[in-house]
């Protein structure tokens, strides 16, 4: 809890307390941007519950989102690691590049997953915190897919006790295949920057990776040169 090196506890703390506790944590910039609204959150409702008469949390100060610093994997990464895969983790590779899925879902796709509709095939993804997207998928990934968990009998990817493969395992798979340095998750990012390419839609991208805020997603995405180049060149024009 807050404070608990000096004993304080939830109703105790001041604002001081709070501030110094935040500024020694080792976190990542939208980390931090969370705890503080969870704070000021949790805080305001035991304000409105009879809890406290005054929210210590606010008074935080706010606190500037980070710079985006997209990580996409290139093409060749990506192309070198189909090449010296087999079929099992090729599949793995095109499940990340060309659906954006965390290593976390590719490891539990499952053959109930699959859903064919008047369009095509799509995948129903488990994500993080219990929720659920649907991702259409690609004829040819579509076809690997089917025959992958028609060869399994139900996971894709399953593991020694009738479960399926831990996440951690399906990364270092992924990982040993792409050269050093890049990682499964880049390979996410790869699929966010060049999803936003086709239609420069962002909240596209966010449906299809799954995120709650399009903050998120713009982290994500590497913005096409070509867009840059042409804003200027339009200004120049004027």
Same mark, same amino acid.
């Given at each position: 809890?807050?404070?608990?090196?000096?004993?304080?506890?939830?109703?105790?703390?001041? +604002?001081?307390?709070?501030?110094?506790?935040?500024?020694?944590?080792?976190?990542?910039?939208?980390?931090?941007?969370?705890?503080?609204?969870?704070?000021?959150?949790?805080?305001?409702?035991?304000? $409105?519950?009879?809890?406290?008469? #005054?929210? @210590?949390?606010?008074?935080?100060?706010? /606190?500037?989102?980070?710079?985006?610093?997209?990580?996409?994997?290139?093409? $060749?990464?990506?192309?070198?690691? +189909?090449?010296?895969?087999?079929?099992?983790?090729?599949?793995?590779?095109?499940?990340?590049?060309?659906?954006?899925?965390?290593?976390?879902?590719?490891?539990?796709?499952?053959?109930?997953? =699959? $859903?064919?509709? =008047?369009?095509?095939?799509?995948?129903?993804?488990?994500?993080?915190?219990?929720?659920?997207?649907?991702? @259409?998928?690609?004829?040819?990934?579509?076809?690997?897919?089917?025959?992958?968990? #028609?060869?399994?009998?139900?996971?894709?990817?399953?593991?020694?006790?009738?479960?399926?493969?831990?996440?951690?395992?399906?990364?270092? /798979?992924?990982?040993?295949?792409? @050269?050093?340095?890049?990682?499964?998750?880049? =390979?996410? #990012?790869?699929?966010?920057?060049?999803?936003?390419?086709?239609?420069?839609? =962002?909240?596209?991208?966010?449906?299809?990776?799954?995120?709650?805020?399009?903050?998120?997603?713009?982290?994500?995405?590497?913005?096409?040169?070509?867009?840059?180049?042409?804003?200027?060149?339009? /200004?120049?024009?004027?």
């Amino acid at each position: 809890m807050v404070c608990e090196g000096n004993g304080t506890g939830p109703w105790a703390v001041t +604002l001081d307390e709070l501030t110094a506790w935040l500024g020694v944590q080792e976190w990542a910039t939208e980390t931090r941007r969370s705890v503080r609204s969870s704070l000021r959150g949790f805080y305001g409702w035991a304000v $409105e519950a009879g809890y406290l008469d #005054h929210s @210590p949390a606010v008074g935080l100060k706010s /606190i500037r989102p980070a710079v985006p610093k997209p990580r996409p994997a290139s093409d $060749e990464a990506h192309a070198s690691a +189909l090449r010296v895969a087999d079929d099992r983790e090729r599949l793995m590779l095109r499940l990340a590049a060309e659906s954006g899925m965390r290593r976390a879902e590719v490891a539990q796709v499952h053959a109930r997953d =699959l $859903e064919e509709d =008047l369009v095509g095939w799509s995948l129903r993804v488990h994500g993080k915190g219990d929720r659920e997207r649907t991702v @259409p998928l690609s004829p040819g990934l579509a076809l690997q897919l089917r025959t992958r968990v #028609h060869a399994t009998g139900g996971y894709a990817f399953p593991g020694h006790d009738g479960g399926h493969l831990s996440p951690r395992w399906v990364g270092k /798979i992924v990982g040993r295949l792409l @050269p050093e340095g890049t990682t499964m998750h880049a =390979l996410r #990012h790869r699929f966010a920057t060049r999803a936003y390419a086709v239609d420069r839609d =962002l909240l596209t991208v966010q449906q299809l990776l799954g995120h709650t805020s399009p903050t998120t997603t713009r982290v994500y995405v590497q913005l096409p040169s070509d867009a840059l180049r042409r804003t200027v060149q339009a /200004i120049a024009q004027h």
